[in-house]
């Protein structure tokens, strides 16, 4: 805070989402950290408190409504925040199974949080056959979910002393996600870049390229339709989460090697393949389902700024579900990835979100809504850490989280690699799919599917 002032104006990208909850889909994050036992309450709080709360400003602000017709929202500062207030201790009652804990936070999916506090809350769920779970609820308006992610990441520590005896060292970006907004960069500069003298004397050739790559970029986020099949319609207030037992990361890199293709290729492919098990099963026919992907554009190596906020594009993925083998699906997911890393399509619609945040409210919720009904929904893949983390002394098992949906998008997918296993889990519409746990099946058994195609022709 400087001097007396108590209030912080607020973004006009971060006030897009801060404005864009709708009771069929809130701009909720949501996340998950499975461990293998208990949490020291007194541990976790000062955790909290030195790692979030003193590093980033905006968990200790609540959003206050503008007034008149031009006046942005704004922060206010909250002095004195009371944790318990954002921290909630439950048990859940035998058997406290995946099933138990999946119904839990179901129940909040549709809930909105409160706007009389800061925008985030934690559930510190115990009663579980299989340790403890914190479940983490954060406003997108405070930041995207790739930034988010990082926070949560930058509470952890390598050994289960962290905490306690000064060793303290965040979760690096893992290596792979690096690689890839790397190459989201070098294919699409950021715009204000390419306005500078020393770019605009550059060859005509150059400029030709950007141009028309541009425009084929542009015309693909304006053509594509989200086709009608049992994944698409009219979302309803109430959602479900499912996800998986973590998978063995080796059989995926196995696939890959044998296939040519990365561990981001592979585990893309099986979700299309789960989305062409489910559309057969239900419709009897299956097409490419559409859904976004974010892509991170803050510098890899640099610390998260303390204001947080979005900086994000995304990037439309025709997922190949219309293709018969799964061995055509991982291909036509390799070319397609292939396609879109070389694509400036990133700083197209970052440029568009960036635009979009200064046209006013009523506008800006039209346009994010035109643009969410060209996707199925969100599909989110996380390299996290390869080795195993602590959270306020206890092991970390695994971790899924979910960004939000716009408008009437029906499914978001998280893919969250750590320490050697992958979790995938999808959040459904149950008005739209009320059986997610069909497509999780379906997920198995492509992964399976492809494990035997490359062991026969290996």
């Not at 789960?274 to 640099?302: C, K, W």
Request: hydrophobic share 40%.
């Amino acid at each position: 805070m400087i001097g007396h002032r108590t209030e912080h104006r607020v973004d006009p990208v971060d006030a897009i989402w801060l404005g864009m909850d709708r009771p069929q889909n809130l701009m909720v994050i949501e996340c998950l950290m499975f461990l293998d036992g208990p949490l020291d309450r007194e541990r976790f709080d000062r955790v909290v408190r030195t790692r979030l709360l003193d590093v980033y400003p905006v968990f200790s602000r609540r959003p206050v409504a503008g007034t008149g017709r031009r006046r942005r929202s704004r922060w206010r500062d909250v002095p004195d925040l009371d944790l318990d207030q954002h921290v909630r201790e439950v048990r859940l009652p035998a058997p406290g199974d995946d099933a138990a804990l999946q119904a839990y936070v179901s129940g909040f999916l549709g809930t909105p949080l409160r706007r009389d506090r800061p925008l985030w809350e934690m559930h510190l769920v115990e009663g579980l056959d299989r340790g403890t779970a914190l479940y983490v609820r954060l406003h997108h308006a405070l930041a995207d979910g790739i930034a988010l992610t990082q926070v949560l990441l930058s509470l952890t520590d390598e050994t289960s002393e962290g905490d306690r005896d000064g060793t303290h060292e965040p979760a690096a970006p893992h290596r792979a996600l690096a690689d890839v907004v790397q190459a989201a960069r070098r294919a699409a500069p950021e715009v204000p870049a390419l306005l500078r003298p020393e770019r605009v004397r550059r060859t005509v050739l150059e400029g030709l390229r950007l141009g028309l790559s541009g425009v084929a970029a542009l015309r693909k986020l304006l053509v594509t339709r989200n086709p009608d099949t049992g994944l698409s319609g009219d979302a309803g207030e109430h959602k479900v989460a499912v996800w998986s037992e973590p998978i063995d990361l080796g059989v995926v890199k196995d696939i890959a090697r044998g296939s040519g293709a990365t561990v981001n290729d592979v585990l893309v492919a099986a979700l299309a393949g789960s989305l062409e098990q489910y559309q057969l099963a239900h419709d009897g026919r299956s097409v490419d389902i559409p859904t976004m992907i974010p892509v991170n554009l803050r510098p890899m190596h640099l610390p998260l700024p303390r204001e947080l906020g979005n900086r994000f594009a995304l990037v439309l993925l025709l997922l190949p579900s219309g293709l018969l083998t799964a061995a055509d699906r991982l291909a036509e997911t390799k070319r397609r990835m292939d396609t879109i890393k070389r694509s400036p399509e990133p700083v197209i619609t970052f440029a568009l979100i960036q635009g979009i945040g200064r046209l006013g409210a009523r506008l800006s919720r039209m346009l994010v809504t035109f643009f969410a009904g060209k996707a199925t929904g969100v599909t989110t893949n996380v390299p996290g850490p390869r080795e195993a983390r602590y959270f306020a002394g206890t092991r970390i098992s695994g971790l899924l989280g979910w960004v939000p949906g716009s408008g009437d998008q029906t499914l978001g997918t998280c893919i969250f690699t750590y320490a050697g296993t992958v979790r995938v889990g999808f959040k459904a519409d149950t008005r739209v799919i009320p059986d997610p746990e069909k497509i999780l099946e379906a997920f198995h058994t492509e992964l399976d599917d492809l494990a035997r195609t490359v062991a026969a022709t290996g």
